[in-house]
T-cell receptor, first 111, second 115 residues
Framework: QKEVEQDPGPLSVPEGAIVSLNCTYS??????FMWYRQYSRKGPELLMY????GNKEDGRFTAQVDKSSKYISLFIRDSQPSDSATYLC???????????FGKGTSLLVTP | ETGVTQTPRHLVMGMTNKKSLKCEQH?????MYWYKQSAKKPLELMFV???????ENNSVPSRFSPECPNSSHLFLHLHTLQPEDSALYLC??????????????FGEGSRLTVL
């Protein structure tokens, strides 16, 4: 079983829709959970990270972690065409430098 | 210049060539990373340098050789590569503790094609 599972999509939504992106994981030692956004031909950029379970909100973006279900989500409200990108989830435990990434979900927001 | 800069952006090389990828960060960070991004695969950590000392090497073949001459520069020397090494190579830097919280700042990557 892969450590981090993420549906690659593509996911296509109309402008203004609420987008839900998700990852599941198997390693209960993960404590930090991140979401990155990667535009075409660019490097990933960190959107937000959360520690342990709970919610975190930043503008139109909300990250949610449910450690009991080993499930994390990123919600995008009022989605915009500029949100079209690949979204990568990642997570880390208490040791080592490696982040465990999902394969990324490709999102297209159509005007 | 700001952020993390990688050169070249695109590189095509034969299997017997020797080439190098360069990364420079202007953020004052103390850790630098090489990641490999292949189609339909998660990002794979290759090397980590903290305060110019290599602290992690994730079973990367010896045909990839990193070099970190100072905290602002990172190189990846390439020699006798295989076609399956074709990928996007991403450099990143982080402030102290950033590796845990995912506060990595990535460059735009060097797209490598091995013929």
């Amino acid at each position: 079983q892969k450590e981090v599972e993420q549906d690659p999509g593509p996911l296509s939504v109309p402008e203004g829709a609420i987008v839900s992106l998700n990852c599941t994981y198997s390693n209960s030692a993960f404590q930090y959970f991140m979401w990155y956004r990667q535009y075409s031909r660019k490097g990933p950029e960190l959107l937000m990270y959360t520690y342990s379970s709970g919610n975190k909100e930043d503008g139109r973006f909300t990250a949610q972690v449910d450690k009991s279900s080993k499930y994390i989500s990123l919600f995008i409200r009022d989605s915009q065409p500029s949100d079209s990108a690949t979204y990568l989830c990642a997570m880390s435990g208490n040791s080592g430098y490696a982040l465990n990434f999902g394969k990324g979900t490709s999102l297209l927001v159509t005007p | 210049e700001t952020g993390v800069t990688q050169t070249p952006r695109h590189l095509v090389m034969g299997m017997t060539n020797k080439k190098s990828l360069k990364c420079e960060q202007h953020l004052g960070h103390n850790a630098m990373y090489w990641y490999k991004q292949s189609a339909k695969k998660p990002l794979e950590l290759m090397f980590v340098y903290s305060l110019e000392e290599r602290v992690e090497n994730n079973s990367v073949p010896s045909r990839f050789s990193p070099e970190c001459p100072n905290s602002s520069h990172l190189f990846l020397h390439l020699h006798t590569l295989q076609p399956e090494d074709s990928a996007l190579y991403l450099c990143a830097s982080s402030p102290p503790g950033g590796y845990a919280t995912g506060e990595l700042f990535f460059g735009e990557g060097s797209r490598l094609t091995v013929l």
